[in-house]
């Protein structure tokens, strides 16, 4: 007799799937020139599926496994999903204004930005290798489009087709590498491949183990696999840039710990060390060649780089400190991307792109309450108490240190590098209140993005007074 199989765990992803497709028709017979219906039932998605997903987070207290081993929701996937969640919420705030001024597939953007959220929330509760490149595929080909959605800009379309070859080439990696890690184990289950891994030597694992930690270098945009970071962020619409600063970047993360650290924790040493090549590569390169930047974009671009290295010590340091310290990190890093995005959205108008570090002349100035929270955004990004950034920076540090594996030289070039960092946020910080500015022009967008970034930005001092409000859920999740 067939039985029906209970959905309930999958119910967020259903319902995000059912509204992608929602307002894709609905974008097909309503009219209205700002789209604010397709906005508006986009929003409600995102909204709905953050409560659903907190309700079933309350309801299950233990980690469940679910459809043949394909699914998990434990305490990582649900805290990942809620910042999933609140993430693309504020990016798509900060995206109506911006779009509306612009040739840009309107409908169509807020379509694609739910299948790439549905991405994101498959990848983090994946539990099977062949969850997991769905979740990623899923995620990364809505990214491609979203790149080209400024149909009439060359960068636009050259950064998509960047992306998208950059893109293929590691999936192809990803793939490669699960395809010798089932050909070893017999299987493409998280934990049975753990169990498969104990206590053999074989040469498939760890030449499975190359190809998937390239691929994953290469979705997160470290050193050396970096090449498209730049130009994609630099190309793509502020907004798009904004999403894929942010959303995948809390993806990646769920996606490194369900593949290093539960389905290769036998291979430890192996991928610690090329974790560690890959983090002083990205340290070093993104934050000595972001200082020479004069778009602001890629200036950013290089930044997230050297984040990434960062965030990829709390990996390295194996423990459950370091990995709750690495999740703080990337959660706090989307929260202070999209604010800084933001306020180049806001300071961008109809026929004009700020896109310069010029264009940030005098903005204390022209808005000095914008320019307040630029200020605030800047300073977490580098690390400066008492603002949020400097705490996550500070754990990942610490975990390194008290991982009892000698990487006390690696905390201090992280530290070292830091400092090197420190200038160029400094450079904005001096653009913004110490250069005269160079037009007159009005700074103005929508309430809704004015109250929204306002938020974001104070909240980057708000949670650095109080920073156990984040790190508080990460530390539950590795207990």
């Not at 959905?7 to 929602?22: H, K, N, P, Q, S």
Request: aromatic content about 12%; glycine content about 8%; overall charge negative.
């Amino acid at each position: 007799m067939f039985e029906t199989p209970d959905l309930t765990l999958l119910g967020t992803e259903i319902f995000m799937l059912i509204m992608a497709c929602v307002v894709l028709v609905a974008d097909l017979f309503v009219k209205d020139k700002g789209h604010k219906l397709t906005y508006l039932l986009a929003q409600f998605a995102l909204v709905f599926g953050f409560y659903y997903t907190l309700k079933l987070g309350m309801a299950t207290e233990d980690a469940t496994i679910a459809y043949a081993g394909s699914y998990i929701f434990d305490g990582m996937a649900l805290i990942l999903k809620l910042a999933i969640f609140i993430t693309a919420f504020i990016v798509l705030v900060y995206s109506r204004p911006y779009i509306n001024e612009r040739d840009i597939l309107r409908g169509e953007y807020y379509m694609l930005v739910l299948f790439a959220t549905l991405g994101a929330l498959v990848l983090v509760s994946a539990h099977s290798l062949l969850t997991i490149y769905l979740g990623l595929e899923l995620l990364t080909l809505a990214s491609y489009a979203l790149v080209a959605s400024h149909r009439d800009s060359s960068n636009s379309s050259e950064a998509a087709m960047k992306y998208f070859v950059m893109g293929a080439v590691a999936s192809a990696f990803m793939l490669y590498g699960m395809s010798l890690v089932y050909g070893a184990s017999k299987t493409i289950e998280i934990g049975l491949i753990a169990d498969a891994m104990v206590g053999t030597q074989s040469l498939l694992f760890g030449m499975g183990l190359v190809f998937m930690v390239s691929g994953i270098a290469f979705k997160l945009g470290a050193v050396p696999f970096h090449m498209w970071i730049p130009d994609v962020y630099q190309g793509a619409p502020t907004p798009v840039t904004a999403f894929i600063g942010s959303v995948p970047k809390i993806a990646a993360f769920g996606m490194i710990m369900r593949i290093l650290v539960e389905a290769m924790p036998s291979l430890e040493s192996n991928w610690m060390m090329m974790l560690i090549i890959l983090a002083v590569l990205s340290m070093g390169l993104g934050n000595i060649t972001a200082i020479v930047q004069s778009n602001i974009k890629r200036l950013l671009a290089y930044s997230a780089i050297a984040h990434v290295g960062y965030f990829l010590l709390g990996m390295i340091a194996g423990t459950p400190d370091g990995y709750s310290a690495s999740m703080f990190y990337i959660l706090v890093y989307a929260l202070t991307t999209v604010a800084g995005f933001g306020v180049i959205i806001f300071m961008s108008r109809a026929g004009f792109e700020c896109d310069t570090l010029d264009d940030f002349k005098g903005l204390w100035q022209r808005s000095p309450w914008y320019a307040f929270m630029m200020l605030m955004t800047i300073m977490s990004m580098a690390g400066v108490p008492p603002f949020i950034g400097f705490w996550p920076k500070l754990e990942v540090i610490m975990a390194v240190l008290n991982a009892d594996k000698d990487l006390v030289w690696l905390a201090v070039v992280a530290m070292v590098f830091s400092i090197v960092g420190a200038f160029v946020y400094l450079r904005i910080a001096k653009v913004m209140f110490f250069d005269a500015p160079e037009t007159d022009a009005e700074l103005g967008s929508d309430l809704s993005m004015r109250i929204v970034l306002s938020l974001n930005g104070l909240a980057m001092l708000g949670l650095g007074l109080f920073p156990t409000l984040i790190l508080g859920y990460c530390v539950a999740v590795f207990a």
